[in-house]
């Protein structure tokens, strides 16, 4: 058994989270310290697989100086964190943007999509 | 031109007020914002986080912005909006309230209003304001400014960075930085504790393994023409740099992310009495400050951690302001309960409540003045203790709150004062 201290990321109130897991079983895990189910699913997922939000920037090739921001849907594995980032230096949109379109879909195969977060007209 | 309401800035709270004001029946309100967009700042914090109370979900701060800005185009016959306009001089005279404004179209002109809502936000602690020594090369931002230039205009401030001071715009930016390809160093904290959020010291550095080192500061800033180095020490409990800690650290940039202030030089030049804890107005149970049908919320009244609660303010602001032009709340009588902040607790808002004016909850928000493990919140009718709330934790960086029943304070004959302190 393995256990980890976390600061749940779940909301603003930063539990703090003790997880006693085996490694890679999700069955396992048992957490303590949390005061909602959110901190139950963070805590399970944050030893067994990690996910974060990537949010970014991709260029807009029709307003000179202007970067459109982004985010994926749902959240990616942590490991992806850095080659997504850098997967959206060789992505481009038109204006104008809206909220919700589609830049790519599956973004380097890891299911989730990228959005425009951002209107531009 | 004349208005029922005028509302100076178009960012989270200003668009939150003017929303709550037309659905409170008000009918003619105006929106001055200085920018070419609405939205405020929440247009280049592009990292999600924000919307979890209010649309419980987790959104962008574009998108957070574009919910409130869809809800005034859903009300434009109640809500004008005039941008690339700044707002130079509020006069208030009697009833009349007399707002100045400049901008490149019209020049400078006036609009005179019945109520006016302060939703100016806030400003960054330039370097200017913090005293640190050394040469003036280029390459230090304030983390705002870097934060503007990385998510708007899509170009990196540097490579190797280094962030003074860990609040929360300084950890998104360490984040961010990071993605974008640079090197940070670290954050430094001068104080024991940092003053962000928990959740963005996970997220921002824990994930990327940027230390962050409490009870340090910077010392030297070297570099002629663009930053080289700075070099940093530890403090000690004066926060003096401790000698034999200096290390120096070569980089090319340094954000400064040390606090910030809200922006009232309108608000003091019209005579709105300010409270020295927050740098924003006192202001009452109707977020009205000193002077009547003067209206002041969000970052512009006390900063705040998370936007959620900055709109929430604001609607009962805008609701208030409603209220105050369409006469349907009793005027401010002389009988009023004084709000005290007691032992570890920094400020409240508001400073001061009418029993005649309340709704049914009262909502009092506070920040605590060091972190403390296992307070009870405890809240004081006079010299009688009426409540003790436990906590684990609480922190300067989070803000708390203690929400009170009107009936309960109606209740009391004669109190004076109601006091919120950590036990």
Known sequence: ?121 | MTKDIVIIGGGPAGLAAAVAARDAGAKEILVIERDEILGGILNQCIHNGFGLHTFKEELTGPEYASRFIKQVEERRDGIDTLLKTIVIDVRAEGDTKTVTCMSKEQGIFTVDCKSVILAMGCRERPRGALNIPGLRPAGVYSAGTAQRIVNIEGRLPGKNVVILGSGDIGLIMARRMTLEGAKVHAVLELMPYSGGLKRNIVQCLNDFDIPLRLSTTVIDIGGRERLEYVVTAEVDKNLKPIPGTEEKIECDTLLLSCGLLPENELTEAMGVKINPKTGGAEVDESFETSISGVFSCGNVLHVHDLVDFVSEEAKEAGKRAAAYVLNTVPARSTNEIRLVPGAGVRYTIPVSIRKERLEDLLTIRFRVTDVYKDPEICVYFDDKCIRRQKKKIVAPGEMEQVILRRQDICAEENIKEIKIQLE
């Not at chain 1, 038109?94 to 973004?107: C, L, N, S």
């Open chain 1, 1 to 121: 058994m393995a256990e980890k201290i976390l600061t749940c990321i779940g909301c603003p109130m930063g539990c703090e989270l003790t997880v006693n897991y085996t490694e890679g079983d999700a069955d396992s895990v048992v957490v303590t310290g949390n005061t909602c189910e959110k901190g139950r699913i963070y805590g399970t997922n944050e030893v067994i697989s990690p996910k974060r939000t990537v949010t970014g920037t991709v260029n807009v090739v029709n307003r000179e100086g202007t970067v459109v921001s982004v985010k994926t849907v749902p959240e990616i594995p942590k490991d992806m964190v850095i080659p997504v980032s850098e997967e959206l230096n060789n992505l481009y949109v038109e204006a104008p943007t809206h909220i919700g379109d589609v830049v790519v879909r599956d973004i380097l195969g890891t299911g989730s999509d990228l959005l425009i977060t951002k209107n531009i007209i």
